[in-house]
């Protein structure tokens, strides 16, 4: 839910893995649909609390599961998956990288950017060219939130 792309792909692929080996085929073809439908709804229920148009998202969450119950091959099911969970990061990065300060925006597509490491606030000041301290006093300002 960060909007970062990448991250978000891969946890998407752990996902997938955990569900398993699932051959194009029979059950297996019908559990993977069903994994994907339910991963589908769980992100658009993340993400509609906080939009306004609602509406829209619940209307490309349907489409996701319409076009996730015409495909037939494991392939085009797992290509489906990935759109989906774009769609929902591009959603979601929004609301992480608008502000009224560019130097929050960039100090939040950096945070966003490397979820998977372990951040200080000396480092994001470092990458934003920016004292930790200024960078601490424009955070409760432009995102009701601090340091």
Known sequence: MSGNEKQSLIIYKKLIN???NVQASGCKLRS????LICINCILYNMCQKDKTSVDEIFEK???FIV????????????????????F????NKDNYSITTHPV????LNFIHNNLDKDLTLE???REVHIS????????????????
């Open 123 to 125: 480092q994001v000041a």
């Open 18 to 20: 955990k569900h398993g």
């Open 104 to 107: 929050v925006n960039q100090a």
């Open 32 to 35: 993977f649909k069903s994994y």
């Open 88 to 91: 929902y990061a591009r959603l």
């Open 132 to 147: 930790k301290s200024y960078l601490c006093s424009l955070f409760p300002i432009h995102l009701n939130s601090s340091c």
């Open 61 to 63: 969450r349907n489409h």
């Open 67 to 86: 076009e996730i119950d015409k495909k037939c091959y494991f392939e085009s099911l797992y290509e489906l998956g990935r759109e989906i969970v774009l």
